[in-house]
């Protein structure tokens, strides 16, 4: 059965629906920003049709209002689809009362749960996956750019409107419903910028939101609000506008908020609501249900203390496992100095993802759900006490035993109340300490049913039924006095509870004996010099003792290590172990100065800990590790805290900017380690009081930088004067076996903007100065190809072109269209429903970035039309004139032949009447997105012709006639 749709007309005003109207008795139309749109309509209908009515509950009937003004094309005013209707007999005549929803009502109807797990998707990308159910649905962004979510997200029992709008509020912003669409369609924002003209009308209300205005300034990330900016009025009007279009009222810029259509006295009239921009900014919403939900997962990795999981709510679903977010596993006791409990879940596990607030970013794993399996569970007597890993290896705790076992009954331990201790070993058995093995008892019994052997250095006790003894001397005669009061005295320091290594006792029993010898000799000096020689050792134990637990191991081998040579009189090796430990006390230093840099770097600084430890053990084959690729990961870190050539130099010139009278440095910024870097780096460690303590220049770096970002106190408070030079680091490298800082990467990762190749600021050589795109990118949050592209536009500095324009007219405008970094994310096809917006425009005057959108193009419709030409890349010189004859644009080469290529076979031809206009939605009859020429989207085509300077603003203006350049780029194509 086919829906009839039948019109029904009132003067201006003009309604399909699938009902035969006789008369429209009221008629209301509301739109608003962040809602969907609502009608009403009250009509009198034939009695005939009222029979069919039972039958239009079969569908999702439809509803078109359109406006007609004078003999022009109808203005669609609403698409949408009926969600309440009833019937009323009244005084003889049936009377039926519609109310529906815009077709965005279609995203608001089913409660959905998912997880976002890839912390570098775009909400762009995120925005397509949501609309991606819904046909042939679609969105302008206005607000999210190229911004990546960077934390997990979750939708929980919203629907995919409520979801979007919350993703909207993440910018202050909020999403507003396409009304005149027949798919769910909306923009990811509110403001539009354009002026779209003067708003007239007589009757009007002013008066001011004081709950939301408060809200909004508790709530919001945008400052000081004073009280005109949420002051509001309500218009009527015959005029026809959208909301958040921007009209002029009372000489003001105000934005439309809502519109409320209705007829009046037998006359459609529109109510306008019009507050000023920021009074739209909307404040942060989360999702009301997730404080306190719990949500079950199974493991699918694990590291260190997180792990990924695979979300029962997510199934069915695909989740890139190497993109997907790590959770926190709570042990119930760690500390940073690696004592407590650490115990992680097996892969596969299942595990409750808990969240304690309503930020998703917040989610720990709470505990492991035990999915108890029917028989064979050993879990089954309450008073015993398990912990068994996957490997079988189990220690188990009931009334009487305590025992601790691998490969079940292979090798244990038990501890018995009542039979005593056994140790077992199916295999060898091997004992091993860096200290003592001391055993007690009344008596101790060892057997061997072969042989048993005693051996230390030269000396060797064998007994396999004969007993040989072995040694460079077999002394019968009593150990000398002084070495036995040697042996007591450092016993005694023992257990006192000194915690002495094995190369510190060793030195320690000799100064000790040299002590006492020289005691009994009456040698008053070489009894000093003992004791002096004795706290040397003790010195160095304190020092090692006083470093984190990961440098304690490596301090003990290096000093080990140089005592060793230094007994054998090897000055070289002794210089190398020297340089090992101060490279290592460099590193214990540079850790603490991360640590300490905000309340986030610890987790760098733990990170850089576990790395130089691998690295340790990578150096002495303990594991397979690449020591090479350990070392570009703690480089990375390092360099996020300065320690690169490069970040030195921006360091230590930001030093000489903010402290003139003390520092005089005009570094070139670049990635090169050279003697003016050295130099300026060795007057810094001068002044701050670094000097004469060999330190790398890796944590000189650290220092500028701490102190360029006033993290450390300039001067220094503890720095004295009259030190000594500072220890000079080499331009050829680091010393052993420390590993030289490498400079930044020549080409920067994906992701990120490609350096300019040097400040305009200081000589004006390139189009705009590097810090000020520095600048521009962070303010407008670019990211990705539209951050690159924004650092692409001095790669164009020595164009011949428009260095030529430039010595003309410094301030001529150049316009660049980089193709490939815009919006839109689908691949090009013909039939765009909501545009085709892939390029960003970028407007550029006398060095500044004047103005850039997102939504721009360069490209037809359809390229594979041979009637169609694609206008090939380069530099074309504009005027400012008229498109068609109907509104201001820019005219490429004043209308004259461009170089094209026409139909999928590229053959090469000339094109004319190129021009950059506004682009239209195919949406609109007649008009397709693009035909041949360049493209600004149609909302922010007025504030791109202002910034170029064409007109004053509105496309009402003459144009003027000013010549610049069109610099077009299709290098980031896909």
Known sequence: MVQQVIEATHRRLKIKA????????????????????????????????????????????????????????????????????????????????????????????????????KRDMTYTELIRKVIGEYGNSDFIDLSAGSKTLDEFTLQYQETDWQFLKRMASRF???????????????????????????????????????????????????????????????????????????????NKALVINRVTASIKSQVLKYDYVLVPEAALKRSRTFCPQLSGTSLEGKVSEVKDEKVRLDLKIDEGQTQEKDASCWFPYPTYYTSDNGIGWHCMPELGDTVSLYFPSREEKDAVVSHALRKHIVGGDKINDPHTKRLRTKGKKEARFDKKETALASRENHLFIKLNEGTGAELYSKGTMLLTTGEDIVMHGKRVEITAAKELSVSSKASKIRMDGETHIKGTRVLTASIPNEEIKAYKSLQEEMSGGKNYPDWAQSLLLKY?????????????????????????????????????????????????????????????????????????????????????????SYKDANRLEELTQQYSDAQNKLTPDSTLAISKSADAIRAK?????????????????????????????????????????????????????????????????????????????????GSPPAAKPSPQGGTPPAKPAPGSPAQPPKGQPTPAPGNVSDNGKYIVAKTKIDDYVKQKNYGGN????????????????????????????????????????????????????????????????????VNASTLPDDENDAEVATTKEGVYEFIGGYHAGQYPALRVRNGAKVPATYGKNKKEGMATG????????????????????????????????????VVKSSLNDKPKDLVGLVILDRSDRK
């Not at 009902?19 to 309509?41: N, Q, T, W």
């Not at 921006?650 to 003697?675: C, G, H, I, S, T």
Request: aromatic share 12%; with cysteine.
């Open 641 to 721: 805290y300065g320690v690169s050539h490069r970040a030195a130099r921006e360091n230590l010139n930001l030093l000489a900017k903010k402290f003139p009278n003390d520092f005089k440095y005009r570094l070139d910024v670049n990635d090169e380690w050279d003697f003016a870097l050295k130099d300026a780096l060795n007057d810094f460690a001068a002044k701050y009081g670094l000097a004469g303590k060999n330190h790398t220049r890796e944590l000189l770096e650290a220092y500028a930088y701490q102190v360029a970002h006033g993290i450390l106190p300039w001067p220094n408070p503890h720095s004295s004067a």
């Open 172 to 250: 202050y912003t909020d999403v507003v419903a396409d009304v005149t669409s027949e798919e769910p369609r909306f923009w990811f924002g509110i403001s539009r910028e354009e002026v779209k003209g003067k708003l007239n009308g007589t009757n009007y209300t002013t008066g001011r939101h004081a709950a939301e205005s408060g809200k909004a300034i508790v709530n919001g990330d945008w400052g000081k609000a004073d009280e005109q900016e949420f002051m509001y009025y309500e218009v009527e009007s015959d005029q026809i506008f959208d909301i958040g279009d921007v009209v002029q009222f009372k």
């Open 914 to 949: 190129i021009n950059v206009h506004k682009g239209y939605n195919t949406d609109t009859p007649g008009k397709p997105t693009s035909v041949g020429c360049l493209i600004v989207h149609k909302d922010e085509y007025v504030q791109f012709l202002k910034a170029v300077g």
């Open 786 to 853: 539209q951050a690159r592209a924004m650092y692409r536009i001095n790669e164009y500095t020595d164009h011949g072109e428009i260095k030529k324009m430039l010595a003309k007219n410094s301030s001529a405008p150049l316009v660049f269209f980089f193709e490939g970094d815009g919006s839109y994310s689908r691949p090009q096809a013909v039939h765009h429903k909501n545009g085709r917006f892939g390029a960003i425009v970028i407007v550029v005057i006398h060095g500044e970035i004047k103005y850039t959108s």
């Open 18 to 117: 699938p009902y035969e109207i006789v008369a429209l008795l009221d008629f209301k139309l509301v739109k608003k920003v962040g809602s969907h749109g609502e009608v009403y309509f009250k009509a009198v209908v034939s009695d005939d049709h009222q029979k069919k009515f039972a039958d239009l509950a079969q569908f999702d009937e439809q509803i078109e209002v359109f406006e007609t003004v004078d003999n022009q094309e109808p203005c669609c005013l609403f698409k949408g689809t009926v969600t309440e209707m009833e019937i009323r007999f009244n005084n003889g005549n049936y009377v039926m009362v519609v109310r529906g929803l815009s077709s965005s009502y279609q995203m608001d109807r089913q409660v959905r749960s998912r997880s976002f797990q």
């Open 512 to 600: 000790k004996a040299d002590y006492y010898r020289a005691m009994a000799a009456g040698d008053e000096k070489g009894m000093k010099e003992a004791a002096e020689k004795a706290k040397h050792v003790r010195d160095k134990v304190d020092e090692i003792h006083a470093m984190p637990p990961w440098a304690q191991a490596q301090m003990n081998e290096y000093t080990e290590k140089w005592y060793e040579a230094s007994k054998t009189g090897n000055k070289a090796v002794q210089d190398y172990w020297h340089a090992a430990a101060n490279s290592l006390r460099d590193k214990v230093q540079m850790i603490a100065l991360i640590r300490n840099s905000s309340p986030d």
